[in-house]
């Protein structure tokens, strides 16, 4: 039963590789949907209003990703999530036994442990809002985007992480009991710092891929981090595996969605008051 539990765990996940593997959103311009009706990157720079979009951003987000598996209609889309089901549960079955190729010296762990520190909330949150104080005081409309994005991605990213980390509850390699267990109260599955780490890097290599040189840096960056967090005792290879993959895969998704949904029209609401016909409502006018 526990062997199903966890296979079940390990499914959810996968199915976010499902966000990939849609095609971007369409729809005519004269369709409103909430994401229309929300400010996107460029046309605010003031606190409240950029608050309020990331929030509601986030929100519809979540909504999303946690009902991927119903978003996916065609065999090769299934395909990629069944891929990356695959991929993940062959990491899990042969995970202990990868983490003892490595030496697992003290000063392995310890170098280990301070380069993963890069990928840290406290490390990428101050990327992103540099990228959009950059942007602010440049008057850089691409970095004030990559900043709100990244951050609505690493965001994104964050919750997905902590809520199958709760569900999977599988102890670090470095555990003093039962190392690897899954269900057992730890926060090893999935890795946080290579969810963070690599949504940043989605954004930023999306963003700036006619630069050929900033994907290269922005996903070994990511792979860097990954990868010491293994060395550093502090995931398994399977654990990195599935936290990269959530941070890739909700990269693109807000970009995508992002880029489908700047395409439309933007409106306004007023008041619609007409005494002398008893008229009472709100209008909407399209915008460009």
């Known amino acids: 039963m526990r062997l199903l539990a966890r296979f079940a765990s390990l499914l959810l996940l996968s199915c976010l590789g499902g966000l990939y ?4 959103l369409t729809a005519p311009v004269d369709q409103i949907d909430r994401r229309d009706l929300i400010y996107y990157p460029g046309d605010t720079e003031h606190i409240g209003p950029l608050v309020h979009k990331l929030a509601a951003n986030i929100w519809l987000d979540q909504r999303t990703i946690w009902t991927s598996p119903f978003h996916i209609h065609s065999k090769a889309d299934a395909g990629k999530w069944i891929g990356l089901t695959a991929l993940i549960t062959g990491a899990v079955l042969t995970d202990r036994r990868t983490a003892h190729l490595l030496e697992n010296s003290p000063s392995q762990v310890n170098w280990g442990d301070h380069v993963s520190n890069i990928g840290a909330a406290y490390t990428v949150l101050p990327v992103f809002a540099g990228f959009y104080a950059a942007g602010v005081f440049a008057n850089n409309e691409k970095a004030r985007e990559t900043g709100i994005l990244s951050g609505e991605a690493i965001l994104d990213s964050l919750i997905v992480v902590e809520g199958l980390k709760l569900a999977a509850g599988r102890n670090r390699p470095n555990a003093t009991s039962k190392p690897g267990d899954f269900f057992q109260g730890g926060a090893s599955f999935p890795s946080g710092h290579s969810g963070e780490t690599w949504a940043l890097a989605s954004v930023i ?43 890739f895969f909700i990269g693109r998704f807000v970009v995508n969605t992002h880029e489908a949904h700047a395409k439309h029209h933007h409106g306004t609401f007023a008041p619609l008051l007409d005494p002398s016909t008893s008229t009472y409502g709100v209008s909407f006018t399209m915008g460009n």
Not at 226 to 240: E, L
């Open 205 to 247: 290599a999306h963003e700036y891929a006619n630069r050929k040189w900033v994907p290269w840096v922005a996903y070994g960056l990511a792979t860097t981090v990954a990868a010491a967090r293994i060395t550093a005792q502090k995931h398994y290879t399977s654990d990195v595996i599935a936290g990269s993959a959530i941070g």
């Open 21 to 24: 593997a849609q095609p971007p």
